[in-house]
């Protein structure tokens, strides 16, 4: 009989410890992201445009595909692309967990495994990149006027999240691609309930002395400091 109270006792231990930091994750997720990071910025005299683009839950950061202060053609490149021709302006990255990019195609196709190691940080990451012709500025895709040495420095928090072989980005050889004109590539860090893919977008931004949340797991947290 002790033994069974024992056992009951620990398990609403567990229950009411995986409650209760639901409750203060919930909470952090809400009113953390309401924090403003770098809130003065301004886009005087700033003439590089980069983007922050929303699917509703997942965001990328677009940069030009090439200005005279990088190239990325040099270092993402795609077969059978609009990249090959001069129409390919922009250049979308997106970090994630790669499980879910190359295995989760819909909703439907998710795995209670893919979810528990991607929500625990045990599995490996990606870097989706994707070619545009152009973009629309609208709610879920905000223009950034920045400077160069901003911009240089997104571009170096960018290339570092990228796992490389001398120079070179680890491209992920696969037919899990969205399109003709994206690629995936091997990326740094695990992804988890604390680090997911707008906690990254979050911290280019930070990295390039732009608005940002203090911290944000969902793309709101980032889009509500860029609304008018």
Known sequence: MKNIRKTAKFFLKLILGFIGFLLIYILSAFLLPKIPVNSDVT???KTIQVYILSNGVHTDIVLPVKNDLYDWSQKVKFENTIAKDSTAQLVAFGWGDKGFYLETPTWDDLKFSTAFKAASGLSTSAIHTTFYKSLKENAQCKRLLIS???YMKLVGFITNSFKQDSDNFLKIETDAVY????AFYEAKGSYSLFHTCNTWTN????????????WTPTDIGILNHYTK
């Open 43 to 45: 886009a005087d005299g």
């Open 203 to 214: 911290n280019a931004l930070k990295a390039a002395d732009q608005k940002a949340a203090l």
């Open 148 to 150: 160069e040495s901003e």
């Open 179 to 182: 399109g003709k004109n994206d």
